[in-house]
């Protein structure tokens, strides 16, 4: 019998010249910390040597090794507290403390204890008050059950800020009700801003799902979700993930966290079984057997790497689609969260956090290690941060039973929420700006050098082709121009809301003393009838043991379809802010043919030559968007634009080649057959025949 050979262990010592290995230099050592933390080093030390060009010499070698001193320290320090938005003291701490471990990283070595306590003292004392920086923190408004089903609710059905697809919408739900419920970090879940280009968040891999018989009642089936987070602070993807568990919502739908998992699975193709293709198969095929108590529902290894949470960009065609690969990143969401909180009426609209903060509130119960597990904690002293005062003193002084849902309302963020916040400057404000000093000197620069380039080149593009400087310069005005305009806006709208939650209760007081009440009304003219009905099916709040099963598996399968079929009705973005939906211009989900004006009917067909003279008005729609039925919604297709150098910007956008491969390019307009080599033949064929002038 010939028996196997055994593998050398591992730890065998194999020939090593230790001679030449002791000659060798000695390594450089590791950096033993996070790459979050060494990109904010690295940030700290790019703006010291954009400082140091200001600098003679202009080497920020030079004054690092060989003029540094404390002068130095103190001089960069003030020119990034001139430039940057710094008004807290802590913060200012550790941008003080980042710029230490750069000095120390290149010159090798720390610098001197004298030198240290002067800095300390430089930073924590002379600076912080000479710039008047905050010396409170700023504490988070929490957000309670209530909090959450209302935002959820407003973001869905009445608000009107423009995501760059549906998709974003709904993610933004997502992450709010992942957090509340499990207290994660956002960089639990989406692309962390200390962590850039890992393209590292939650993913398919960390997801399972299952139907399983209820415990309660063995001849129910529910679905169950299991989510491992991988990326908890302090240990990214090392040690043991806490896993959650999710559990269906039929209460509420749109609370419901697998309800979006089943719909992004839907969207990625992400279901491994070829039989599961569409929402009721969830239901109809996935019965559990006798022998067992749960059928998983395997998602495929192809998109095990995926993250569920993804950004936008555009497509060949020039629109807004979800990527395929890029993961959400935090400081995207974070300007959504900001927008929409502040459409939503709150006074203070906070960070994402302040969903961990509403969930760290409901665990205050248990104890230390376990909430130290949940919250993702190294020590059980920082959950003390988490936690406001939320118990009714004033009762157990007065040995009286807690009033706990007047606590609720007043140590929660909605006491002070108002929809009927202003969201807009107002007109006399916008006339304001645009009368600014120093934005009426670029325009009249602008007007100049514009004037000159058309005189000189006939055209700006031209004049920007030839690599005029002047068309350089021009530019640059424009772009000042636009952003001076909009930081003023942002002042203006910011000063006009807090005018508005500053003088609220003084004009309700004067509202009810003449007899009136004041109301509002959400304006939801811009809000594409589909969502409405979803919200109303989602947003019910019912008593789940009133309803039969029968009736939330409709539910739910119900839901899922109008979600996946509401990311077919896509609106542009540019055409966000200007199309109104009503009975007269939508077409429903249902299949009910809406009813076009004559007015807005198209002649499709191709003129005879008589008559072809006669028809002098041009046609302002687009021709790519009227032929594009499956992406785009019935009045984004249809939709008049009100000059022609409008359309032209927006047909650029398709960005169509000069050339068509194959045998060219058929005419996009429903009856016409001809096709065209060239994108000159194209436009030429829709002037002459249908009167688009592109």
């Not at 200390?194 to 968040?201: F, V």
């Not at 325009?443 to 058309?454: A, G, N, W």
Request: positive net charge.
């Amino acid at each position: 019998m010939v028996l196997p050979k055994k593998n050398p262990p591992k730890n065998a010592a194999a020939v090593v010249d230790w001679n030449a290995f002791l000659r060798e230099p000695d390594p450089e050592p590791d950096d033993e910390n996070k790459p979050s933390t060494r990109r904010k080093v690295t940030t700290m030390g790019n703006n010291f040597k954009k400082w140091t060009k200001l600098l003679d010499p202009p080497d920020w070698k030079f004054w690092l090794l060989e003029r540094f001193n404390l002068r130095l320290i103190e001089g960069f320090l003030r020119w990034y507290l001139d430039n940057h938005n710094v008004d807290r003291k802590s913060a200012f701490l550790t941008h003080a403390r980042y710029f230490s471990m750069f000095c120390n990283q290149e010159r090798g070595q720390e610098a001197p204890y004298e030198m240290k306590q002067k800095l300390k003292a430089l930073v924590g004392s002379t600076l912080s008050d000479q710039y008047e920086l905050e010396l409170s923190s700023f504490e988070l408004p929490p957000f309670n059950i209530d909090d959450l089903l209302f935002t959820t609710y407003h973001l869905l059905a009445w608000c009107s800020f423009t995501f760059p697809t549906v998709r974003s919408m709904f993610q933004l739900n997502t992450l709010r009700k992942m957090m509340a419920a499990t207290s994660a970090r956002p960089g639990t879940l989406i692309e962390s801003s200390g962590y850039l280009h890992e393209n590292d968040a939650l993913k398919w891999k960390d997801i399972e799902l299952f139907m399983v018989k209820h415990p309660d009642c063995p001849t129910s089936q529910v679905l169950l979700m299991r989510v491992r987070h991988r990326l908890n602070k302090g240990r990214r993807n090392e040690g043991v993930a806490p896993v959650y568990t999710y559990t269906e919502r039929n209460d509420n739908l749109g609370l419901c966290v697998i309800q979006d998992i089943l719909m992004y699975a839907f969207l990625d193709d992400a279901f491994d079984s070829p039989y599961i293709r569409c929402p009721r198969d969830i239901w109809c095929l996935t019965r559990v057997p006798d022998h067992r108590l749960s059928t998983p529902i395997e998602l495929k290894d192809s998109v095990k790497e995926l993250p569920i949470l993804r950004s936008a960009c555009q497509n060949e065609k020039g629109l807004l689609v979800t990527d395929s690969r890029r993961a959400l990143q935090y400081h995207q969401v974070r300007t959504w969260e900001a927008t929409a909180s502040e459409q939503a009426g709150f006074k203070d609209k906070g960070t994402l956090y302040k969903y961990r903060k509403g969930a760290a509130a409901n665990i205050r119960h248990l104890d230390e290690h376990s909430r130290n597990r949940i919250m993702g904690h190294t020590h059980g002293r920082t959950f003390a941060h988490y936690i406001s005062i939320m118990d009714d003193t004033q009762s157990m002084f007065m040995e009286t039973p807690a009033r706990k849902s007047l606590l609720s309302l007043a140590t929660h963020a909605s006491i002070t929420r108002d929809p009927s916040a202003p969201q807009q400057p107002t007109d006399a404000q916008k006339d304001a700006i645009e009368l600014d000093a120093q934005m009426a000197g670029w325009k009249s620069e602008c007007r100049r050098l514009r004037t000159d380039l058309i005189m000189q080149f006939g055209q700006l593009k031209a004049a920007h082709g030839f690599g005029d400087p002047r068309s350089k310069q021009l530019q640059k005005l424009q772009n000042q121009i636009k952003s001076r305009r909009k930081r003023l806006c942002d002042a203006a709208r910011r000063d006009r809301r807090a005018d508005f939650f500053r003088d609220i209760g003084n004009r309700i007081i004067e509202s009810n003393q003449r007899g009136e009440q004041l109301t509002f009304t959400p304006d939801d003219s811009r809000i594409q009838p589909e969502r409405i009905t979803l919200a109303n099916l989602e947003f019910q709040n019912r008593d789940v043991d009133q309803i039969g099963e029968s009736q939330l598996i409709e539910d739910r399968i119900r839901s899922l379809e109008l979600r996946l079929e509401i990311h077919k009705l896509h609106v542009p973005r540019g055409l966000k802010a200007h199309v109104r939906f009503n009975e007269k211009t939508v077409k429903t989900i249902s299949g009910d043919e809406s009813e076009e004006s004559e007015k807005d009917k198209l002649q499709l067909k191709s003129l005879p030559k008589t008559k072809r003279k006669q028809q002098s008005k041009p046609i302002l729609k687009c021709p790519v968007c009227l032929a594009n039925t499956k992406e785009l919604l019935h009045v984004a297709r249809n939709y008049q634009y009100a000059r022609k150098d409008a359309l032209q910007r927006h047909f650029a956008t398709h960005k169509l080649p000069m050339f068509f491969e194959g045998p060219g390019r058929r005419c996009d307009l429903p009856g016409c057959s001809y096709t065209f080599p060239s994108l000159n033949g194209y436009k030429l064929h829709l002037s002459k025949h249908h009167s688009i002038f592109l």
